[in-house]
Every structure is written in C-alpha cells, then in structure tokens.
C-alpha cells in the first residue's frame, strides 16, 4: 500500500530537496589504507544479512501494543488526560507512540543511508570511502526493514519530526566533509542506539526484539568507523575549528533532547501542544528515558576530542556528564553478542522443532508397519 495512504498527518511534499555543498574527492592512491579501518571495511562485508530471510516476519504483532508498553512509559501516565481513557483509547495511544517512534527510526535510516553516501563521496581517503560504501548497504536494510515492520505490522506512519529534519539538514548542507559524521555517526545515530537499545532489552515482543538486536548489530561498526575517522582528523584541527564542532553538537544535543519527545502524537489525540510538552516534561520514565538517550553519545564525543570546557559544561547541566566515562567498545561488542545469542537461541529451537517432527514421523511409520 502506498505509504502516503498510512502518514498520520500529510507529509505535504513527497520528495525533500538538500541542495549540496561541498567537493567531491577521488583518491588516486589505493594501496595506503589503515589497517583498523580495511579490517572494519572486511567486517562489514563479511556480516551482510538480509531481512527479508534472518527476520521471522511470520511472527504475529499486535499493533494497539506492538512494543508491550507498560502504562508507566506512557508520557500521559498520571496526568488528569490519562484517567479519561478507555482501554481502546490506550491500545490507540500505543499504536500511535510505536508508529511515531518506528518512523522516526525510519527516516533517520534513510538520513543514515544518504549521510553514508554522501561520505563516500566527500570524504578523502579512500579506505573511508570503502568502508562508507557497505555502511551505505547497511542502512538501506535498515530503511528496508523498519519501512516493512510499519507497513505490515502497524499500518501507520508519521511523517518526519521538524527538528530531526532540520537536523538532517544542517548536516548535509554544510561542506566540510566530516559534518556528516558528526551529525549522522555521532549524534543522531549514537542517540539512535541508545533508544534501540532500551527497547531491545525491555520488550518482550519477538518480532521488533529480532528487529533491533540484529539493526544493532551492524549499527555498532557505524559507530567504530566514525570514532576511527574523527579521532584521528580531528587531532589535526586548530582549537577554533575543535570549538565549531562542539558548538554544533551541544546544539543538536539540546536540540534532540528537548524536542524529540513525540508532542506531535499527543496533538494528534487533541492535547494543545503546550500542555503535550508539559506532560512529555513531568513523566518521570520519559526523563530517565531522555538522560539514557545520551549514552552512547557522551563517550563517543569525549573519544573523538570534542571536551571543551563548555561542551563538559552542557553535559553538567543535562547531567550526563558521568556517562562519559563508559565503555564504548565493550558497549559494542555487547551489541553483536546479543544478536549472536538471538541468532543461536532461535537455530536451536528450529533444530528441537525439526528433530520432534522426525521423530513424530518415524514413529508414525512404525505404528503403520506395526
Ligand atoms: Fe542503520
Ligand atoms: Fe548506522
């Protein structure tokens, strides 16, 4: 079905236009890679998968709960609106967040997989290139995956949120070839993960569970390569171009913080929009949700050299600055074991289910010979 027919609300044009600045960079030498990014570059065609075979679409979901929200994660929770309800009213609710967040998801996969193109155009070196190119792959999946898991388990869509949009559109507006990483990789990424994640580990729902413990699979790459080509870039900037960086991630940190909270749902169901924020605002899950949104952010931009005084000092003020401090790569490595244990869980069950079935027919066989 087209998708214009599920949007919540109108997305009006059905094609957004970023007009482009910046260089494109061919490199004539090709026998000058990093090793740590060649080998990433491997990693990255070794570990294709295809949704359409690793994903059991099969799985049944119920879209007036698709996540298994409980009632505390629900920004109307406690509030005079939430006692109104029905129970129809709350299925139509999480149906509405689901949408609203998977197509945020969405979106963002589709700015990943044009940032990721977009590097592998303006980026200089060519084993950066390379690798941006299976990153490229890699999101396009992802896109793939989310746009069918709306369309056939949930059956709605919300268009874009203005502020990721904006975003998005600062990112690739600007010419410097690592505005996109720092961006895409680092910011809406690394906030990506962090909210992956949390649904991940609390869902109790099989379908969005394989979903986003395989998407994080790859997605923990992304972030190594954006670590890998900013360190070691941004160790040959002056401070004054160290400090635009920082000013423009404390920029899109506020930004996304404050203003990715899905106002857009409570609208939808007649709440005005200052007393949608309000409630958005006094949710104490939604805090906790929002500080833990910067988990993977924090030590990301520390790692990359972006930890000015005022960067530190906007951390303080979010009060995440402690997150700094946590272990990134074990983070990461966490990611694919997951997905492993995921993949080697469901292979043993096929296994179990193949092996009763044999055996179901050969005692079948023998009770006919018998
Ligand atoms: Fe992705
Ligand atoms: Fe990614």
Redesign the pocket.
Known sequence: MPTFELYSKDPEEPVWQVPATGAARFNWEYDDGRDRLLALYQKGKDKQWDGQKRIDWELEVDPYDPLGTPDEAMSLYGTRHWAKLTERDKGELRRHYASWQFSQFLHGEQG?MICAARIVESVPDLDAKFYSAT?TM??AR?AEIYGRFLHEKIGLLYPINDNLQALLGDTLRDSRWDMPYLGMQVLI?GLALAAFGMIRDTTDKPLPKQILAYVMQ??AR?VAFGRMALRDYYKQLTDAELREREEFVIEGCYLMRDRLRGVEVLENFGIPKAEAEACSEQSEFLALFRKLLFSRIVPCVKDIGLWGKRLQQAYVDMGVLEMGDSDLDLLMSEDEEIAEKLDAERFAVEERERVAEVRGAIEAGQRIDG
């Open positions: 990943a990153q890699d999101e992802h990424e790859d997605e992304h």
